[in-house]
């Protein structure tokens, strides 16, 4: 999954500085994966523990995106959201285009079958998340 949240270092808080930045994105469109807020993922283990679940458990926020598509929501929402962004496009490029010492998997959307089956979770799809935690971010940003 691909784990972002409102601190540390992540995804959606790069793309963020760089397009408030005004330079210009490149990002990978040839892997498939699934954004997933942290705190979803807290509440998903929560749900865990209150049920005594044991084994192994997947957990990501619903659908699917490429990490292209991802940057151009995160641009197009955090605009929505108020941010003060200087770059409007995203350049697609593949993952030859931009190399990195960890290989990785061209799709790596995990099962959640499992959770939703046991728990009856309602699992937020990946971009209602992200509009959530980009006004949650926001929010935090100008108080």
């Not at 209150?50 to 084994?55: F, K």
């Not at 770059?87 to 799709?107: D, F």
Request: net charge negative; hydrophobic share 40%.
């Amino acid at each position: 999954a691909w784990v972002y949240g409102v601190h540390g270092h992540n995804f959606v808080r790069t793309m963020l500085r760089l397009a408030g930045e005004g330079r210009p994105l490149r990002v990978v469109d040839d892997q498939t994966g699934t954004p997933t807020w942290a705190r979803d993922i807290a509440g998903a283990i929560t749900a865990l523990l209150q049920a005594n679940a044991t084994g192994l458990y997947h957990y990501t926020s619903a659908g699917r995106v490429s990490w292209c598509g991802f940057a151009s929501a995160i641009l197009s929402e955090a605009v929505n959201a108020g941010f003060d962004i200087h770059t409007q496009e995203v350049e697609p490029i593949t993952t030859a285009e931009y190399p990195t010492p960890a290989r990785r998997p061209a799709y790596s959307v995990l099962d959640t079958g499992k959770i939703r089956a046991e728990l009856g979770l309602v699992i937020p799809a990946w971009r209602d998340s992200l509009v959530n935690m980009l006004g949650e971010l926001h929010t935090c940003e100008t108080s």
